[in-house]
């Protein structure tokens, strides 16, 4: 059995005195708080530093938006809804959320724990090192993490390999709750952020788009490619069984050349059982369980997060 990769020696810093007790200013500015800035990612939204929290002497992680979408209202609302849902949901497998504030042009910013470590997509490239049972332990504590959301009321709709973080010491953590879906208190929800057609000639090499696909499209549950008013929480399942599928087969269900193909698909082939693709033993119980998830029709699937870790703590070797 292959352990998670870890991260160099001098990732985690050592506590010193002089960072422990070292006075506060009388008068704070809130604009000279973080500093020492290093780029982690950009992507198609937002960018994600790590930068030195000088109130705390901790380094954290500092996300904002895009320069050129900094001032646009939707995804201003986006943002603001991933950073006040990741603080909501407080669990062990989610990132722990530290500040949300604006920055000295009156962009939004949010702060949250610097966790270092590897996707799960970045795994996924070297499967052969890894056992199935630390794969399914992964799957298993986002299938905490969810069921968690779920009894809060609060939908992922981006369930994907990228946005699963395993770190050095066992950690599994959900990222990204930008696509989230809430309700009002009396059940109605604006989803004007969501209205978004999914493109039908563009490569699938380019899965996320920034404009006009929200979401993953090849983890996406047949409802969500349709714009369901009535999605639930088993489009989660059904994107984590996509994930599931593909730790046991190799691939994803659904594939294809450009967005269209892929779509009709997900929304009208059968997939193949993974054990049809795979020279790997395939534990039946891993099998079934991963095709409920994946059923097209939303009320054969599995009825919940709680119900498929059950199924993947059993004795399945």
């Known amino acids: 059995m292959t352990s998670f990769p870890e991260p160099p020696s001098d990732t985690y ?12 200013p009388i008068k704070l500015d809130q604009n000279m708080r973080y500093a020492y800035f290093k780029t982690i990612a950009r992507g198609g939204k937002a960018i994600v530093m790590s930068c030195k929290d000088l ?5 954290v992680c500092y996300k904002k938006l895009r320069p050129e979408i900094a001032h646009d209202p939707i995804e201003q609302q986006r943002f603001l809804r991933e950073a006040r849902v990741s603080a909501l949901l407080q669990h062990p497998n989610t990132v722990p959320m530290y500040e949300l504030g604006r920055d000295a042009k009156a962009q939004y ?6 966790v270092h470590g590897y996707t799960l997509r970045e795994i996924l490239d070297y499967r052969e090192r890894y056992d199935l049972k630390q794969l399914i332990n992964v799957i298993i504590q986002v299938g905490y993490a969810l069921e968690y959301a779920h009894s809060h009321r609060v939908i992922h709709r981006d369930i994907k390999p990228e946005n699963i ?8 953590l959900l990222l990204d709750w930008g696509l989230a879906k809430v309700w009002n208190p009396d059940g109605s929800s604006n989803e004007e952020t969501d209205n978004s ?40 399942i059904f994107s984590l069984g996509v994930v599931l599928y593909e730790i046991l087969a190799g ?26 693709l795979t020279n790997i033993h395939v ?14 029709v939303v009320d054969k699937r599995l009825n919940s997060c709680a119900e498929l870790v059950r199924f993947l703590e059993e004795d399945w070797s």
Request: glycine share 4%.
């Open 13 to 24: 810093g050592i506590v010193y005195l002089e960072n422990t007790d070292r006075e506060l």
């Open 55 to 59: 109130h705390l002497s901790r380094t």
């Open 109 to 114: 910013y949010f702060t949250m724990k610097l």
């Open 165 to 172: 973080l395993v770190g050095p010491f066992g950690e599994v």
């Open 197 to 236: 057609e999914i493109p039908s000639k563009n490569k699938v090499s380019s899965i996320t788009d920034s404009e006009k696909l929200q979401g993953t499209l090849a983890y996406m549950s047949p409802e969500q490619i349709l714009r369901d008013p009535d999605i639930d929480f088993r489009a989660d």
């Open 251 to 276: 691939q994803a269900p659904a594939r294809g050349e450009t967005v269209e193909e892929v779509k009709m698909q997900i929304l009208n082939e059968s997939p193949q059982k993974p054990s049809f």
């Open 283 to 296: 534990p039946h119980l891993l099998e079934t369980t991963t095709m409920k998830c994946i059923e097209k």
